[in-house]
């Protein structure tokens, strides 16, 4: 699988995620802002990978003879949503005395990201029901973090397993992250892969050739709520319509227990041009209104369990998610 990005000593190389799959292209970043516009303009995207490129661009700035604290600022102003990208410029803020150890820590956080992937991988394949066809949504694999995956992550663990017979992806409108990247990462490792639309999931789920919903996140409140690519909102109902397990993978550094549900998360609202527009030309009249969250919520009783690096969380959520983050 191809990284996401690669830490060079003194520049950042970084797939631009846009092109895919019509081009592998990688980028060099050599300043903040380089850093700064690539995670705006979704040239990388997932909340883990984000925080481990902004840890990067903290690294680049201080190169540049920039403040710590104006890094910080230019990078804290990207993306609202996703907790990782504010716990790794803080993990940043503490550690980055001078230029060799914000790189050390970066490199760091790179490295955990991964070994909590991997982890989460092995813990969240058990869970998934024996040879079942599993639908996810959006992209949580290795491209959308520091290179093994979250919910891409579970689901390729337990194909090795054998527990998964085929993998069912979401188009995930508009920025079709589904259709251009989770595809691409399956195919990659050979799992046998269906590409749908976001408004058939329904229709699969209703006839019963869905076993089970594994998705990512961007922020975790503490009583379990789920922050992640719009339309997961509408997979976590129909789940638990349908009575089929719904489980979330993240890391611990996308659990934000400092807010109480998921009313208090910051829903990102990007450009309407990502809407009317695929591939450079406008799918609608360019006078229509249009509205684009990026994000919805998933209710904590609509989560069959949340999978961590630390262990796998069950409701109730308030309890068990503080449990894992105590160590307990």
């Given amino acids: 699988m191809l990284p996401a990005f690669e830490w060079k000593g003194d520049y950042l190389l970084l797939l631009d995620q846009r092109l895919l799959p ?27 990978a984000i925080g481990c490129v902004a840890a990067y ?17 230019r ?40 070994q909590a992937n991997v982890k989460m991988g092995e813990l969240g394949s058990e869970l998934i029901p024996e040879a079942v066809n599993v639908l996810t949504h959006c992209n949580a694999g290795a491209i959308a ?12 663990k337990a194909w090795e397993k054998g527990r998964v017979k085929r993998v069912y992806v979401d188009e995930t409108r508009p920025y079709l992250q589904g259709a251009r990247l989770t595809t691409w990462e399956f195919l990659k490792l050979g799992i046998p892969t269906t590409l749908i639309t ?39 109902v129909l789940a638990k319509e349908y009575d089929i397990p719904f489980f979330v993978a993240a890391p611990t550094s996308t659990l934000d227990l400092s807010i109480s549900s998921g009313a208090e998360i910051p829903i990102e609202e990007r450009s309407k041009d990502e809407v009317l527009y695929i591939n450079g030309r ?17 209710p904590a009783e609509n989560i069959t369990a949340i999978i961590t690096e630390k262990g796998i969380a069950y409701p109730p959520y308030g309890e068990s998610l503080r449990k894992i983050m105590e160590g307990r």
Avoid: C, Q
Wanted: glycine share 8%; proline share 3%.
């Fill in 282 to 298: 406008n799918i609608a009249p360019l006078n229509v209104d249009v509205r684009h969250p990026a994000f919805d919520v998933s």
């Fill in 198 to 236: 976001d408004n058939m999931a329904g229709f699969f789920i209703s006839k019963g050739e869905i076993g089970a919903i594994v998705v990512g996140a961007d922020r975790i409140a503490a009583n379990g709520d789920v922050a992640n690519k719009i339309g997961t909102l509408t997979l976590s």
């Fill in 145 to 156: 973090t520091s290179g093994y995956g979250t919910a891409v992550g579970v689901i390729r």
């Fill in 22 to 48: 019509w081009e592998e292209k990688y980028l060099e970043l050599k300043t903040l802002e380089e850093v700064a516009i690539s995670i705006e303009k979704m040239m990388v995207r997932g909340a883990p």
């Fill in 57 to 73: 661009g903290v690294v680049l700035a201080m190169k540049e003879g920039k403040g710590l604290e104006e890094a910080i600022a």
């Fill in 75 to 114: 990078l804290s102003r990207t993306r609202p949503t996703a907790v990782n990208l504010f716990w790794a410029l803080e993990r940043m803020r503490r550690a980055a005395v001078n230029i060799e150890e914000a790189e050390k820590e970066a490199i760091n956080i790179e490295r955990e990201d991964y």
